[in-house]
T-cell receptor
């Protein structure tokens, strides 16, 4: 079946440095790619998303890039801060499931002071 | 105050008992979902529902759902579920393939 792979599973960066998380997907018809942030014990919340007709989207320190040819998309966080520490999940819509979301396994981002 | 609400936050049950987790939304969303989250793992779909269509996820065995009202999507964990202890998240979206909003989750522990 279709799947989404997310790497790395854990990422530790120095405060102020940049963090990049990458996801690859298998369904070439996927058209929606959200990123969610989940703090410990809390609900996942959408931080940024992108549609397949766009290559890049930015929102302050957060950006997402999409490479449809290679079927991968990435989350970029610049000038990381302690409050960025969380688990980040990517997802992709799957055509064969009426465009329901298939989720990556998550990346635990640790910001070192 | 619009949103999606799950209850209870923590739930303890004895092995062999059925248990129902509540999920309510007042966002007028057509699609609702139940996910299971285990430590160090992503979100695994149990069931989704939109209009009259229920879709089973890969881990639906031992779970059942109903959607008698648009606002409500309860999940029943039956004794047939071999390893029910987990964090359960309910979500909703206006339709499939767009942003999903999550409830705060229910942590179920079966002893």
């Amino acid at each position: 079946g279709e799947n989404v792979e997310q790497h790395p599973s854990t990422l530790s960066v120095q405060e102020g440095d940049s963090a990049v998380i990458k996801c690859t997907y298998s369904d070439s018809a996927s058209n929606y790619f959200p990123w969610y942030k989940q703090e410990l014990g809390k609900r996942p919340q959408l931080i940024i998303d992108i549609r397949s007709n766009v290559g890049e989207k930015k929102d302050q320190r957060i950006a997402v890039t999409l490479n449809k040819t290679a079927k991968h998309f990435s989350l970029h966080i610049t000038e990381t801060q302690p409050e960025d520490s969380a688990v980040y999940f990517c997802a992709a819509s799957i055509r064969d499931s009426n465009y329901q979301l298939i989720w990556g396994a998550g990346t635990k981002l640790i910001i070192k002071p | 105050d619009g949103g999606i609400t799950q209850s209870p936050k923590y739930l303890f049950r004895k092995e062999g008992q059925n248990v129902t987790l509540s999920c309510e939304q007042n966002l007028n969303h057509d699609a609702m979902y139940w996910y299971r989250q285990d430590p160090g793992q992503g979100l695994r779909l149990i069931y989704s529902q939109i209009v009259n269509d229920f879709q089973k996820g890969d881990i639906a065995e031992g779970y059942s759902v109903s959607r008698e009202k648009k606002e409500s999507f309860p999940l029943t964990v039956t004794s047939a579920q071999k390893n029910p202890t987990a964090f359960y998240l309910c979500a909703s979206s206006m339709y499939l393939g767009i942003e999903a909003f999550f409830g705060q989750g229910t942590r179920l522990t079966v002893v």
